[in-house]
């Protein structure tokens, strides 16, 4: 399947509304959260906010262009921004401080609207543009990593092969991977227990559905336990544009909340890398329970950072350090040998000069009593 067969690609990983329930930037690690537009005149995002950018696949950015960098880029008027969902990525970004105040945010404004506030159509070169975006600045802002709270999930028949080819976005989370930055996504919920949404069930991605107040796993979660690699909180007062506070649970929820709490850990195991880091969070998880079954998926924070995580080598890193030691140990003993050979070498010579400097002497001597004898 490629990227003209899931055009119509982003949409909200989020339930309805629920009505029960310092300083240096580049010292402070960052999330790259991807979404709709963003409040940023919140006083809880006072210094918080390090950049904003526009990237679409229309010329709606607030400059008139698909892409615009700099204050103010994923802005959208106060009528605007509380219709049709875009008060999502508000919400989002939200959710992660009360998860990890410490950190700060580059928030990627990806959904493009109308005029009169209709969501425009993103395409997954809009994925892929945005992440290219963090590959090419996550040194310039500390970034750690990516949470995008969107998915589709048009997908192949269950049991098969079904997330779709998307190569290039495939590729960008890969090169993330290989920078320590993972990519966070939403399993999505459509109550599906055998399929996760597009982009969550690229294998390289960390996928995350959502559990309720009691840990348990949401009905509405969907969920396939091959790809699905974290459970987490998905029931939040969040946020929104103007100050409202709302209540809203969904997969979206839970992704920001698991990225918050990696990038924690993070900071407390600088010495760890994001492969070791993801490993540590599913060693120390706790088991959560749900009508797709039981799973030891549910991150626990507290746990991982107690967990003294010991890191496991393949049959094929054992086999390359013990070539390695070997190497190590062959130069050594060359080296042994050829400090041995020069001192003999040393020797030999000083014994030779002892000795001929004792015939000398000693032919002296014999000419000398020679010559006394007349």
């Not at 029931?235 to 809203?248: E, I, M, R």
């Not at 350090?321 to 050829?338: C, G, P, R």
Request: proline letters at 4%; charged letters at 20%.
């Amino acid at each position: 399947m490629n990227k003209k067969l899931i055009a119509v690609l982003l949409t909200l990983t989020f339930i309805a509304p629920i009505k029960a329930l310092a300083a240096d930037t580049t010292a402070v690690p960052t999330i790259a959260i991807l979404d709709t537009a963003i409040d940023s005149s919140l006083p809880e995002f006072k210094d918080k906010i390090v950049q904003e950018v526009c990237i679409i696949d229309w010329t709606t950015c607030p400059n008139g262009l698909s892409y615009m960098e700099g204050p103010g880029s994923a802005y959208m008027a106060p009528d605007l921004i509380v219709k049709n969902g875009f008060e999502h990525g508000t919400q989002m970004a939200s959710i992660f401080l009360k998860n990890n105040p410490n950190a700060k945010i580059v928030f990627l404004k990806i959904i493009g609207n109308t005029p009169t506030g209709t969501r425009q159509v993103a395409l997954e070169s809009t994925v892929f543009n945005a992440l290219n975006w963090v590959k090419k600045n996550a040194s310039k802002y500390n970034i750690k990593a990516v949470s995008m709270s969107q998915g589709h999930h048009n997908l192949g028949t269950a049991g098969t092969d079904y997330c779709p080819k998307t190569t290039i976005t495939k590729q960008s989370v890969i090169d993330l991977a290989s920078m320590n930055i993972p990519v966070f996504f939403p399993s999505g919920n459509g109550r599906d227990y055998s399929r996760i949404d597009w982009p969550a069930c690229i294998d390289e991605s960390v996928s995350v559905g959502f559990v309720d107040q009691q840990g348990e796993i949401s009905a509405s979660s969907n969920n396939d336990s091959s790809k699905l690699d974290f459970f987490d909180y998905g029931f939040w007062q969040a946020t929104s544009p103007g100050g409202v506070v709302k209540n809203v649970a969904g997969s979206s929820a839970a992704v920001q909340v698991s990225a918050a709490k990696y990038i924690a850990l993070q900071q407390a195991k600088p010495q760890l890398n994001m492969d070791q880091l993801i490993q540590n969070l599913k060693l120390s998880a706790s088991s959560t329970v749900g009508r797709q079954g039981t799973f030891k998926k549910l991150v626990n924070l507290q746990e991982a950072l107690k967990y003294n995580f010991v890191s496991v080598l393949t049959a094929e890193q054992i086999n390359a350090s013990k070539l390695d030691a070997i190497a190590k140990l062959t130069v050594i003993q060359n080296n042994e040998i050829a400090k041995a050979s020069a001192d003999y070498d040393a020797a030999v010579l000083a014994a030779a000069s002892a000795r001929d400097k004792a015939v000398t002497a000693a032919k002296l001597k014999y000419q000398a009593e020679v010559a006394k004898l007349g």
